[in-house]
């Protein structure tokens, strides 16, 4: 089945305590995308890639960071949590030509204490 | 830069009447795509519908189309012949020349029986 996991689901954290959020997909896309949602302010973009090894800064990047080593995994890192970043986030994959659909994960909702 | 403005924070809609989601985009990029996103009470992101600027008939895929209004750039999700499921959040978005998805704030859509 065709999908993009998110893990963990559900986090909630301190101020200050680093924390990764992993996202994977299973179709080969190469381009996957991180958003944050906030109520009143639709989805943001926080980083995107179009490929291994390449990662793009999206409209509120500060304050994370990401990798893509492989294919396949896109993960999410808060060096430095802090209450501002409580959201839900998504991650995203798609085909080179985002004519195709975008698929999300389920969602990672982040409560930062 | 571009912008997504959704109007209609909510709605509320009889079931089985038809409904229109208003959605207008401000791009300078000549090349550029629309799309629509539903967003369950569940929380997942589920794709409706996209529109590409340099498509002549207006997109359709079940219940749902797209009216198209280049000139006025306006792209509304028509949902016909609603049903209690139809209840969500719906999110506008446009694809940039940086390949990054906009997003509007989207509407809150409630069906009433």
């Known amino acids: 089945e065709a999908q993009v996991t998110q893990n963990p689901r559900y986090l909630i954290t301190v101020t200050g305590k680093k924390l990764t959020v992993t996202c994977s997909q299973n179709?080969?896309?190469?381009?996957m995308s991180w958003y944050r949602q906030d109520p009143g302010l639709g989805l943001r973009q926080i980083y995107y890639?179009?490929?291994?090894?390449?990662?793009d800064k999206g409209d509120v990047p500060e304050g994370y960071k990401v990798s893509r080593k492989e294919k396949r995994n896109f993960p999410l890192i808060l060096e430095s949590p802090s209450p501002n970043q409580t959201s839900l986030y998504f991650c995203?994959?798609?085909?080179?030509?985002?004519?195709?659909?975008?698929?999300f994960g389920p969602g990672t909702r982040l409560l930062v204490l | 830069a571009q912008k997504i403005t959704q109007t209609q924070p909510g709605m509320f809609v009889q079931e089985k009447e038809a409904v229109t989601l208003d959605c207008t985009y401000d791009?300078?990029?000549?090349?550029?795509?629309l799309f629509w996103y539903k967003q369950p009470s569940s929380g997942e992101m589920i794709f409706l519908i996209y529109?590409?600027?340099?498509d002549e008939q207006n997109a359709t895929e079940g219940r749902y189309s797209l009216n198209f209004q280049k000139a006025r750039k306006s792209a509304n999700l028509v949902i016909s012949a609603s049903q209690l499921g139809d209840s969500a959040m719906y999110f506008c978005?446009?694809?940039?020349?940086?390949?990054?998805?906009?997003w509007g704030a989207g509407t809150k859509l409630i069906i009433k029986p």
């Open positions: 890639s179009m490929n291994v090894e390449v990662t």
């Open positions: 791009t300078s990029d000549q090349s550029y795509g």
């Open positions: 179709m080969n896309h190469e381009y």
């Open positions: 995203a994959s798609s085909e080179t030509d985002l004519q195709e659909t975008q698929y």
């Open positions: 529109q590409g600027s340099y």
């Open positions: 978005a446009i694809l940039d020349s940086n390949y990054q998805l906009i």
